[in-house]
């Protein structure tokens, strides 16, 4: 009767919020921006105790009830409480359905418990890395991936994703580039909003009623990608004009998406530590942008702030926070230790605690978790949904998509061209199957994820075609608990003989090599970024049988591949494939899968370029033909430019761009021109395209990039076919941030190249904005 009787004291409450007049309680501005939901949450936040407030803003790993009734731990004293706002990384309907359970039985209210989960590229089909998939240039399927792993995630009872991560990334030692879009902002900014979609639905708080969609919650806020050195977790220094012209925008494009949530990143901005700069969280996401969704800190950020220099002990440091706009604390256990006490203190107000709770709160409704507490948690869904066949056929599409060709000499591929009737496959990845599915794999089954030996026995079972295998060396791996360069290179050639032996007596050799998944990803820097171990060594031997050697790489970055480069004769990238990895690669060596990716991150010479990226600034002596080749901007021992440039990828067709063409050679504000170009295949394959549209500002009250991507279309011809490609280009498209830090397009000429890549230059067009 006393659960009733609370119930009932809920709904009148509601009731007679939502048929008042009045403003809300709170000052703060809601996410759905919707006077019933935001009524709803004043009418419960009015029945709440400060502790049950500050409870909601408390997030916990799932570890208080493992198997029943909630343990005796500290997470679960906070229960028992009812001081535990969220959970994260527990799944499965019936285990998380026992978890809210327990969650009700001892919240005086019954506020439901939000569970989250980072739910990277997939949650049981994974599907390729992030970086891998922006590969693809396909922002529908990018989308689609999202959706996927929207309708896994929430058959599994989570509701909330750390999803997608946004961050820039020009420097490949950091090992968290695996997990975003690469190093463009303009891309990237599509990027954002493609997976924010496919998790959440269109931009429409509403679609977060459906028991298939979740929050997706960008990370990390802000320039985590900038980290010196490469150096996870590092300090950040940059410009103001760089923050708001390179780092920003993808998060602005979420915002405008309607992302639900952001995370804190852990590096310091400028000096002041991410989880408690109020710069950004508060001047720019709430007052500038007018974000009204809630705020989460990555795992212990508030208690790294005494780390940071910050604050002195872990009670300073929820007071910033909170100050700074946090909404949630993940794992310190910062706001429901101290709170209180700086309340009654007077460093805070609760009518802070109110704004952040209500934010918690709106959430709790728009999913529909005061409705029912355990709408996501159905068994019978997850069975179903879970590692479906239509999953499954969209990861095979995703990881084809994805995989970039990045050299292929004299057409080596496909092998049924080169007519090889002898293939030897050698490297620790013929039969290595955990690395598949890269970092942040969640809930993949790694066990399950095809091999290349499988991909390729499927390909050419009952063929002519005959495969031979080596391992050849054994993968090096790290203990994280004690990685340092002596754990990482140990020299292995115990398996050189038999590999060399098979290698000579085949057609083509085709050399499986690449990092361990455990090298890329959180905490996973790394300074020498060429393929790990002995595994040049071992293609230097290989080499010295003069059998061809196509070498097919899994990876979560940019290598160094300078010397592969030069003695291979093709080189796939296929980075980490996911799920259906053996199948899709089979399916580009065999030729049954024209490669279609291109670089969404520059390949350096070497690890001496980095920070390396296409659309960088001149300098007063730049590196070009015209000038002596003495005092300019170059090295003396590697040239300037790029391995594989941002936006590479060869196809096993020829495209042929000719006839560029521009609508008007003046742009008039607040109109728009075409930029045309005709795409030919004249190859004997069909194939897609990426037509890359760049533009440089040749003259501005600030220094330009040398070239900007604006624009793309991705194209599919038959062998034969040629198509006209237009691409708009508007005055939103050339604004800037001015000498005066306004955002405007200034009267100018501008350069445009339509072309194949960064590095293309052969189309070349001018306009004038007057």
């Not at 500038?288 to 002195?312: C, N, P, S």
């Not at 091999?451 to 390909?459: F, M, N």
């Not at 057609?507 to 002995?534: C, K, M, Q, Y």
């Not at 800037?736 to 070349?764: K, P, Q, T």
Request: glycine share 8%; net charge negative.
């Amino acid at each position: 009767m006393k659960k009733n009787l609370i119930w009932i004291i809920i709904a009148l409450g509601v009731f007679a919020a939502c048929s008042s007049e009045k403003t809300k309680t709170t000052k703060w501005k809601s996410y759905s921006g919707d006077p019933v939901v935001e009524h709803k949450v004043d009418s419960v936040l009015s029945l709440m105790t400060l502790e049950e407030k500050i409870g909601q803003m408390n997030q916990y790993s799932g570890n208080f009830a493992a198997t029943g009734e909630v343990s005796d731990n500290k997470s679960g004293e906070y229960l028992k409480k009812g001081m535990i706002g969220s959970t994260f990384n527990v799944f499965g309907a019936d285990h998380l359905r026992m978890l809210q359970k327990q969650n009700l039985k001892y919240s005086r209210l019954k506020i439901p418990m939000l569970f989250a989960a980072d739910v990277i590229h997939g949650l049981e089909t994974t599907f390729p890395i992030p970086l891998a998939e922006a590969c693809s240039w396909d922002l529908d399927l990018m989308e689609k991936t999202a959706r996927v792993a929207a309708e896994e995630a929430t058959a599994s009872g989570v509701a909330w994703n750390f999803a997608p991560m946004i961050d820039i990334a020009r420097d490949p030692r950091w090992g968290r580039v695996m997990e975003g879009a690469g190093e463009d902002v303009y891309y990237g900014s599509l990027v954002a909003r493609a997976r924010v979609r496919g998790f959440q639905g269109i931009n429409d708080y509403k679609d977060l009623t459906k028991n298939n969609t979740m929050m997706a919650c960008v990370k990390h806020f802000v320039a985590y990608g900038a980290a010196q050195a490469g150096r996870d977790y590092n300090t950040v220094d940059i410009s103001d004009r760089t923050l708001h012209e390179t780092y920003l925008p993808p998060f602005k494009a979420a915002v405008d998406e309607g992302v639900a949530s952001f995370m804190t990143a852990f590096n310091d901005l400028n000096g002041v530590p991410c989880t408690a700069n109020k710069y950004i969280f508060t001047d720019i996401l709430r007052d500038t942008w007018g974000f009204g969704g809630m705020v989460v800190t990555d795992y212990t950020a508030i208690m790294e702030l005494i780390d940071h220099g910050i604050a002195k002990d872990l009670k300073q440091g929820a007071e910033l926070s909170l100050n700074a706009g946090v909404d949630m604390d993940m794992i310190s256990e910062a706001f429901v230790t101290h709170l209180k006490e700086l309340v009654d203190e007077g460093k805070i107000k609760e009518s802070q605690i109110d704004v952040a709770v209500s934010r918690i709160l709106e959430m709790k409704f728009l999913l529909g978790l005061f409705d029912d507490p355990f709408r996501y948690f159905n068994a019978d869904r997850e069975r179903n949904v879970i590692n479906n066949p239509q999953h499954k056929k969209l990861a095979h599409t995703a990881a084809q998509k994805s995989i970039v060709l990045l050299k292929n000499h004299n057409s080596i591929l496909p092998l049924e061209k080169a007519k090889a009737k002898r293939v030897a496959v050698i490297g620790p990845f013929v039969d290595e199957r955990e690395s598949l599915n890269g970092e942040w794999a969640i809930k993949g089954d790694r066990s399950k994820s095809v091999t290349l030996r499988e991909g390729l026995e499927a390909k050419y079972a009952g063929t002519k075609v005959k495969l031979t295998y080596a391992q050849g060396i054994t993968l090096p791996l790290i203990d994280r608990s004690t990685a340092h360069v002596s754990t990482v290179n140990v020299p292995d050639k115990n398996g050189f003989s038999e590999a060399i032996r098979i290698a000579s007596q085949s057609d083509v050799i085709i050399a499986a090599l690449g990092e361990n998944f455990h090298w890329s990803g959180e905490a996973a820097s790394r300074s020498d970024i060429t393929l790990p171990g002995n595994q040049r060594e071992l293609l230097k031997e290989l080499k010295k049988t003069g059998k061809p050697i196509v070498l097919v790489l899994f990876n979560g970055r940019p290598l160094d591949l300078s010397w592969e480069d030069e003695n291979v004769d093709a080189i796939v990238e296929a980075w980490y494939p996911g799920l259906m990895s053996g199948t899709a690669v089979a399916d580009v060596l065999a030729g049954d899968y024209n490669p279609s990716g291109k670089l969404v991150m520059t390949f350096p010479r070497n690890v001496g370029q980095i920070p390396i990226y296409y659309n960088s600034k001149n300098t007063g002596r730049p590196f070009n033909e015209e000038r002596p080749a003495d005092y300019r901007s170059s090295y003396i021992d590697v040239e300037n430019t790029p391995l594989y440039p941002f936006g590479h990828g060869l196809s096993y067709t020829q495209f042929i761009y000719s006839s560029p063409s521009i609508s008007s050679s003046s742009l008039t504000k607040g109109e728009s021109i075409i930029a045309s170009v005709e795409v030919s295949n004249t190859g004997f394959f069909d194939g897609e395209e990426v037509v890359q549209l760049y533009i440089r500002d040749r003259k501005a009250s600030v220094s330009r990039p040398v070239k900007e991507l604006k624009g793309f279309q991705k194209i599919t011809l038959k062998a034969g076919e040629s198509v006209k490609v237009d691409i708009e280009i508007t005055e939103e498209m050339i604004s800037l941030y001015d000498i005066n830090n306004n955002w405007v397009a200034e009267a100018g000429e501008f350069d445009v190249w339509i072309a194949s890549s960064s590095s293309d230059e052969s189309n070349h067009l001018t306009f004038e904005l007057k």
